[in-house]
């Protein structure tokens, strides 16, 4: 195993005092437990933004707490769900008096951990709205969920989410907005290569040098199918068809279109994934109105790509372009 770390069992915490160096001015991060909070929270009369889940699929989540985003981020361990004291914790650090909205990937350990989180928090007077991501269309069950796994249209909706509650829209109208989201955001991914958790020490599977996996988790979890490596405009063919025929996309949607790094592989690929996605969209008559292209919700070292489709409409494409200032994604700000 190559990596740049010391110890893995520091991995995280040593990984958090980096952050806490490197954006001083947009974040402060709280240990025992570890929480990244937006500098400014509590902000009064604005519902709070609270995510989070396993270390691993940086810049998600802690790269996305500040201005028009999250304002708290619960780190657990690689590829571990946060404890319930974290989002505690965080909750009560981000509550200015309007409710707190927690976004909460559809995995096994977040789920059961924002809830009990959240009984505690509304035990402690605070307004909790819980919302569940499950956009992946792969597989309807994984060895972490029951049900479709969240992935990249989480990262959509704590944007768009995030400036909703920047305008002070209402606790459940942000919460409504991210079920919106939800309901509107499809995606899939697949690997060339497999990761290695630092305190395992090998890759979490195997994949012969010609081979790719469709439909993998953000976790190394198995797909749909194992398939020899094929050119670009085959696996978006692979990935952007059950996208498109889940929700179902039609001629006319208007979409962003997220093209997603799992953390091993080049923007120039990346790049080339969405020159084909581009054409197999508008082959569809799909226009392509806005688009995210980057490693935002990776995988350690993986090498792959994920797709996601989020249907828009002029609300939700007004929140998308509103101003966001955060380590990991900044504009209009």
Same mark, same amino acid.
Request: proline share 6%; net charge negative.
């Given at each position: 195993?190559?990596?740049?770390?010391?110890?893995?069992?520091? =991995?995280?915490?040593?990984?958090?005092?980096?952050?806490?160096?490197?954006?001083?001015?947009?974040?402060?991060?709280?240990?025992?437990?570890?929480?990244?909070?937006?500098?400014?929270?509590?902000? $009064?009369?604005?519902?709070?933004?609270?995510?989070?889940?396993?270390?691993?699929?940086?810049?998600?989540?802690?790269?996305?707490?500040?201005?028009? /985003?999250?304002?708290?981020?619960?780190?657990?361990?690689?590829?571990?769900?946060?404890?319930?004291?974290? /989002?505690?914790?965080?909750?009560?650090?981000?509550?200015?008096?309007?409710?707190? =909205?927690?976004?909460?990937?559809?995995?096994?350990?977040?789920?059961?951990?924002?809830?009990?989180?959240?009984?505690?928090?509304?035990?402690?007077?605070?307004?909790?709205?819980?919302?569940?991501?499950?956009?992946?269309?792969?597989?309807?069950?994984?060895?972490?969920?029951?049900?479709?796994?969240?992935?990249?249209?989480?990262?959509? $909706?704590?944007?768009?989410?995030?400036?909703?509650?920047?305008?002070?829209?209402?606790?459940?109208?942000?919460?409504?907005? &991210?079920?919106?989201?939800?309901?509107?955001?499809?995606?899939m991914g697949m690997a060339l290569?497999? &990761?290695?958790?630092?305190?395992?020490?090998?890759?979490?599977?195997?994949?012969?040098?010609?081979?790719?996996?469709?439909?993998?988790?953000?976790?190394?979890?198995?797909?749909?199918?194992?398939?020899?490596? $094929?050119?670009?405009?085959?696996?978006?063919?692979?990935?952007?068809?059950?996208?498109?025929?889940?929700?179902?996309?039609?001629?006319?949607?208007?979409?962003?279109?997220?093209?997603?790094?799992?953390?091993?592989?080049?923007?120039?690929?990346?790049?080339?994934?969405?020159?084909?996605?581009?054409?197999?969209?508008?082959?569809?008559?799909?226009?392509?109105?806005?688009?995210?292209?980057?490693?935002?919700?990776?995988?350690?070292?993986?090498?792959? &790509?994920?797709?996601?489709?989020?249907?828009?409409?002029d609300d939700l494409t007004a929140?998308?372009?509103?101003?966001?200032?955060?380590?990991?994604?900044?504009?209009?700000?």
């Open positions: 195993m190559k990596k740049l770390i010391n110890d893995p069992a520091d =991995v995280v915490k040593e990984a958090l005092q980096g952050v806490a160096l490197a954006h001083a001015g947009r974040v402060r991060v709280m240990t025992d437990p570890n929480v990244v909070v937006r500098a400014d929270a509590p902000v $009064a009369g604005k519902v709070g933004l609270v995510s989070g889940g396993g270390s691993g699929h940086e810049p998600m989540h802690g790269g996305f707490v500040g201005p028009g /985003m999250l304002d708290a981020a619960c780190p657990g361990e690689v590829f571990t769900s946060p404890t319930p004291d974290q /989002m505690l914790v965080a909750t009560k650090a981000v509550d200015g008096g309007a409710g707190v =909205v927690h976004i909460v990937k559809n995995y096994t350990g977040d789920i059961l951990n924002f809830e009990m989180a959240a009984d505690l928090a509304r035990e402690e007077g605070i307004a909790i709205e819980s919302v569940v991501i499950d956009d992946d269309v792969a597989v309807q069950d994984s060895l972490y969920t029951a049900g479709r796994r969240g992935v990249g249209t989480t990262v959509l $909706a704590e944007k768009i989410c995030g400036a909703a509650a920047e305008q002070r829209r209402s606790l459940a109208e942000v919460a409504d907005l &991210c079920r919106k989201v939800n309901a509107n955001g499809r995606s290569t497999s &990761c290695t958790v630092p305190a395992a020490g090998k890759p979490t599977f195997e994949l012969g040098e010609m081979e790719m996996e469709i439909g993998i988790g953000i976790h190394g979890e198995p797909g749909r199918e194992r398939k020899v490596v $094929a050119p670009v405009h085959e696996v978006v063919e692979m990935l952007a068809t059950p996208i498109v025929d889940d929700l179902p996309f039609a001629a006319g949607d208007r979409v962003l279109a997220f093209v997603n790094g799992m953390g091993g592989t080049p923007l120039i690929e990346l790049y080339i994934v969405y020159y084909e996605l581009h054409k197999f969209l508008s082959g569809r008559g799909i226009e392509i109105s806005r688009n995210l292209i980057g490693p935002y919700i990776t995988s350690l070292e993986m090498q792959g &790509c994920s797709i996601t489709l989020l249907k828009l409409d929140l998308w372009d509103a101003p966001v200032n955060t380590p990991g994604l900044r504009w209009g700000a």
